[in-house]
Each structure stands twice: as C-alpha cells, then as structure tokens.
C-alpha cells in the first residue's frame, strides 16, 4: 500500500478551523473578563476559564482523533460545544445580576460584534476590546462570540455527522483496503 492508499485520511489542521479561530477568541477574552472583573479565589474564574479552555482544547483533539475515529471526532466537538453553552450562561448570569442589559441580536453593538469576528484571525480589534471596555460591554461582546463560534460548531457537527453517514469510518476503510488487496 503506498501512502496514496493509506486508510487514515489527513487529520489535525484544526489550525483552519473558523469554530478553532474564534475559540481561541472566546478562551482570550474570557481570561481577560476573569481577570479584570472577578474576585481572584472565585469558583467562577475557574469554572469560565475551564469551559472557554475545554471548548478550545476539544476542537484540537477531535481534529486530531479524526484520522482513526469519527465518532470520537463527532463526541468531542459535541464536548467542545457544550462546554461553550456553559460558558454562555455564565455570561448571562453576570449581566442579569449585575442589572446590565443583554444586547439585543440586531443591535449595533451585536452587528459591529459579528463584522469585526469576521475579519482574518488575528487581524481583529478584539484583544483591544477585551482589555478596555467596561464589564457589561465585555461580557456582551463575549456573548456575541460565544454565540458564533457555537454557530460554527453545530454546523461542523452537522457536516462530520453527513460525512460519517456518506462515507463510513476506519472500521470500513479497514475492510474496503483489505477486499482490494485481496483482489474482492
């Protein structure tokens, strides 16, 4: 079998991965809102920081683990985007007890949130914005990028469930490699 036959497709890349860009955003921000506006010591720094983390770190494994298995891929994004859910409400939770008002989805605020999100990875103003607006302005910003990358994440998850569907896992790729070296 030469290496244009191998049975584990190309995998990791998650480098390119929009929903591993704005993670990256997301898990930056979220030090930065931790840092600046909670009480070292707080469960809620730990627990903000590891879901942000997990959902970064999640994607890496599941692009990685994708050239042996699928559903590990599938499980692992599915961890990464609930990770992110998590993340969400704790957002939410600051802005409600803290009475600030959450940005409605068509906002200016929330439209400028989601043009500047689509500039190149690391060309945005983003690490700017996280280290001088105020808490309610960050955590809806940060609301604002949580509810993207969570939008990327189902549709990834849509694509790797299509996929598996259409063309199988390892298991499958081990047998149709063996029927044709065995001339099946």
């Known amino acids: 079998m030469n290496s244009g036959d191998s049975i584990l497709p190309p995998h990791g890349g998650y480098e390119q991965l929009l929903s591993y860009q704005k993670s990256v955003l ?92 689509k500039k190149p990875h690391g060309r945005t103003r983003f690490p700017e914005v996280f280290e001088t607006r105020p808490a309610d302005v960050l955590a809806n910003v940060m609301i604002c990028l949580v509810k993207l990358t969570n939008y990327l994440l189902d549709r990834q998850i849509r694509a790797l469930e299509a996929a598996f569907i259409k063309e199988g896992g390892l298991r499958e790729r081990m047998t149709q490699a063996r029927k044709k070296a065995r001339g099946f």
């Open 26 to 117: 997301v898990y930056d921000g979220t030090v930065a809102f931790c840092r600046r506006f909670l009480r070292k010591g707080d469960r809620t720094v730990d627990q903000m920081t590891q879901a942000a983390r997990s959902c970064k770190q999640n994607i890496v494994e599941a692009s990685q683990a994708s050239g042996t298995s699928k559903e590990t891929e599938i499980k692992l994004t599915n961890v990464a985007r609930a990770s992110l859910e998590e993340l969400l409400e704790d957002y939410r939770d600051f802005l409600r007890t803290h009475n600030a008002p959450l940005w409605d989805k068509d906002s200016a605020e929330a439209v400028f949130v989601r043009e500047e999100s």
